[in-house]
């Protein structure tokens, strides 16, 4: 199982903040950047959020990331349909000497 | 443009092989390291493997470490994964992945499925 554990599931209604929470250790967050990803159903995931707070070109403002010790967090402003999606975080871990993705976050627009 | 495109999945016995490809355009190829990323049916994702530039280097997650092998020949532009003694739990959706410069894994290819049953 992933040692960086996230919620199973998030959900909100059209034009609300959700945020989803990835947990983590000084191995990994703590040490390293994170980066976030955006699954979309039956696609292939895509770069949401690098380097713990960048977004990549054509990644809408409304998606941002933050990171606070052992714990990363990302943040949709203005939640809309199309950001239905399975989310994740990864990052590099020290100890283990290999990357390690998150437990993934299913967020549903109700 | 830039693309990805894996290939050589598809339904195998356990304790059989298989080699997966991973055919890259549209950027330089053996400027970027490359990795291997799984996901299970209705699972997460699981980093696998990656592999650096000039092949200097390779690390593996723990779960596959000695059955899958990743190599990659530049000339061809294309990044493998060897594997190996394969179980029932290897069923998955095979991803390759380009790590950027800055890092993170900024481009994906579609994905090819492997299953492995008798």
């Known amino acids: 199982q992933s040692i960086l554990t996230q919620a199973p599931s998030a959900s909100g209604t059209p034009g609300q903040r959700v945020t989803i929470s990835c947990s983590g250790s000084?191995?990994?967050?703590?040490?390293?950047?994170v980066h976030w990803f955006q699954q979309l159903p039956g696609r292939a995931p895509n770069l949401l959020i690098s380097?713990?707070?960048q977004r990549p070109s054509g990644v809408p403002d409304r998606f941002s990331g933050s990171k606070s010790g052992t714990s990363a967090s990302l943040a949709i402003d203005g939640l809309q349909s199309e950001d239905e999606a399975d989310y994740y975080c990864?990052?590099?871990?020290?100890?283990?000497?290999?990357?390690?993705f998150g437990t993934g976050t299913r967020v549903t627009v109700l | 443009q830039l693309q990805l495109v894996e290939s050589g999945g598809g339904v195998v016995q356990p304790g059989r092989s298989l080699r997966l490809s991973c055919v890259a355009s549209?950027?330089?190829?053996?400027?970027?390291?490359m990795h291997w990323v799984r996901q299970a049916p209705g699972k997460g994702l699981e980093w696998l493997s990656v592999?650096?530039?000039?092949?200097?280097?390779?690390f593996d997650a723990d779960a596959v470490k000695g059955r899958f092998m990743i190599s990659r020949d530049d000339a061809k532009n294309t990044l493998f994964l060897d594997m190996t003694s394969l179980r029932p739990d290897d069923t998955a959706i095979y991803y390759c992945?380009?790590?950027?410069?800055?890092?993170?894994?900024?481009?994906w290819g579609q994905g090819t499925l492997v299953s492995v049953s008798s």
């Open positions: 992945a380009r790590e950027s410069e800055a890092g993170p894994f900024d481009y």
């Open positions: 549209g950027f330089i190829f053996s400027k970027h390291s």
């Open positions: 592999i650096s530039q000039r092949s200097d280097r390779t």
């Open positions: 000084d191995s990994n967050i703590r040490s390293n950047r």
């Open positions: 380097n713990t707070n």
């Open positions: 990864e990052t590099w871990d020290d100890s283990l000497n290999g990357h390690v």
